[in-house]
């Protein structure tokens, strides 16, 4: 993103940021727009940057916004959709979080470990807040073949009130996944979850050790995870796939790469790389072409002429605890698909689909 423009001057950046409207995914009619170019010199140890939009949208109560981030310096553009609901004051699109200890606003999918939080619901301006805590680690997902469908006991392990003043102070802990309401006789709210220390990122034994079970078999995995020197076992696994070191090194920067991006993308009121959407990207890699709509996603994978495709699509679910959560249509017609992509995988190549 940032380039040296000029000699012993700090690298620059510049970005297009641009938005626009619609009543909903089918809609193509453009209600509002803009845009606006930024020039950005990079700063010590900066790691964002925060810009905002102030939108034409007094008179609507749910809408789309769709977002474009372009690098002009790269050519390259990025873009993400937002789906707005003025109606509900209860969801989690009426809480903000912010960084305790520097006041910013923190926009994760996720609460870092060991670190404090002020929540507000300015719109509401409550009492109190009721936070619902949920110890219980839901499973990866099952292979898009499997008829296995993964359950979320919705009965919390606990339940504390904190009072509020212009805001709570929510100190992490424990791992697991917490919700955060201002009336517990309504379903809505704030939900993020504390994984792993290094979560999004892949750092640890454990974060390396559980994305291989879409790899291995159980008893493969269950032998791995029992050994005294996981790391070793794990090691051993990525050599033995690939058969010579370098290859066994490129073979993990791409694998967990990809698992990384699943935390940062796809994690709901789980881990990114343990959703539906996560398994499928980190198994087959990114799609060809996406196809969004309001009730889901279609992931196409197809060869350079359009001859053959793999089609996978989710279900976006209706769930208290996030907007984020789809569900694949499963089928046992994925089955030899599935095998061969982990059966390339475990020869030493990453997977991609046939050209």
């Known amino acids: 993103m940032f380039v040296e423009v000029e000699k012993n001057k700090p690298q620059k950046s510049k970005v297009?940021?641009?938005?626009?409207?619609?009543?909903s995914f089918e809609s193509n009619e453009l209600i509002d727009s803009a845009s606006s170019t930024l020039e950005i010199f990079r700063k010590y140890k900066q790691k964002n940057v925060l810009y905002n939009f102030n939108m034409n949208d007094d008179t609507l109560s749910n809408y789309l916004v769709k977002i474009y981030v372009t690098d002009i310096f790269r050519?390259?553009?990025?873009?993400?959709?937002?789906?707005?609901?003025?109606?509900?004051?209860?969801?989690?699109?009426?809480?903000?979080?912010?960084?305790?200890?520097?006041?910013?606003?923190?926009?994760?999918?996720?609460?870092?470990p060991k670190k404090n939080y002020i929540i507000r619901n300015d719109r509401q301006n409550p009492d109190s807040l009721f936070i619902s805590y949920y110890k219980k680690q839901r499973l990866p997902a099952a292979p898009p073949f499997s008829s296995?469908?993964?359950?979320?006991?919705?009965?919390?392990?606990?339940?504390?009130?904190?009072?509020?003043?212009?805001?709570?102070?929510?100190?992490?802990?424990?791992?697991?996944?917490?919700?955060?309401?201002?009336?517990?006789?309504?379903?809505e709210g704030l939900a993020k979850g504390i994984f792993n220390t290094y979560y999004p990122l892949?750092?640890?034994?454990?974060?390396?050790?559980?994305?291989?079970?879409?790899?291995?078999?159980?008893?493969?995995?269950?032998?791995?995870?029992k050994l005294e020197n996981k790391k070793l076992g794990i090691d051993n696994f990525w050599l033995k796939a690939a058969g010579n070191y370098d290859e066994a090194r490129e073979l993990i920067?791409?694998?967990?790469?990809?698992?990384?991006?699943?935390?940062?993308?796809?994690?709901?009121?789980?881990?990114?790389?343990?959703?539906?959407r996560g398994m499928i990207y980190i198994i087959f890699g990114p799609p060809k072409m996406v196809s969004k709509k309001a009730a889901g996603e279609k992931w196409i994978y197809s060869d350079n002429r359009?001859?053959?495709?793999?089609?996978?699509?989710?279900?976006?679910?209706?769930?208290?605890?996030?907007?984020?959560?789809?569900?694949?249509?499963r089928s046992i017609n994925y089955k030899s698909d599935w095998y061969r992509a982990v059966d390339t995988w475990r020869k030493g190549k990453v997977y991609s689909f046939p050209k």
Do not use: C
Request: net charge positive; charged share 25%; no cysteine.
């Open 75 to 112: 050519r390259k553009t990025f873009h993400s959709y937002l789906t707005v609901n003025k109606k509900n004051n209860r969801t989690s699109q009426n809480f903000i979080v912010l960084e305790a200890k520097t006041f910013k606003p923190y926009y994760g999918n996720y609460f870092r």
């Open 253 to 276: 920067k791409i694998f967990y790469n990809r698992v990384t991006f699943a935390n940062l993308y796809f994690a709901s009121y789980t881990e990114g790389w343990k959703t539906d």
């Open 202 to 225: 892949v750092k640890s034994t454990s974060d390396m050790l559980e994305p291989l079970q879409y790899l291995t078999s159980s008893k493969e995995f269950a032998k791995l995870n």
């Open 16 to 23: 297009l940021i641009s938005y626009q409207i619609y009543s």
């Open 306 to 329: 359009n001859y053959k495709s793999l089609i996978f699509e989710f279900e976006r679910k209706s769930n208290n605890f996030s907007d984020n959560e789809y569900v694949l249509i």
């Open 148 to 187: 296995l469908v993964q359950t979320f006991d919705k009965k919390p392990d606990s339940v504390y009130r904190q009072k509020y003043n212009n805001g709570i102070i929510f100190s992490t802990k424990s791992k697991g996944m917490y919700f955060i309401q201002n009336d517990t006789s309504h379903t």
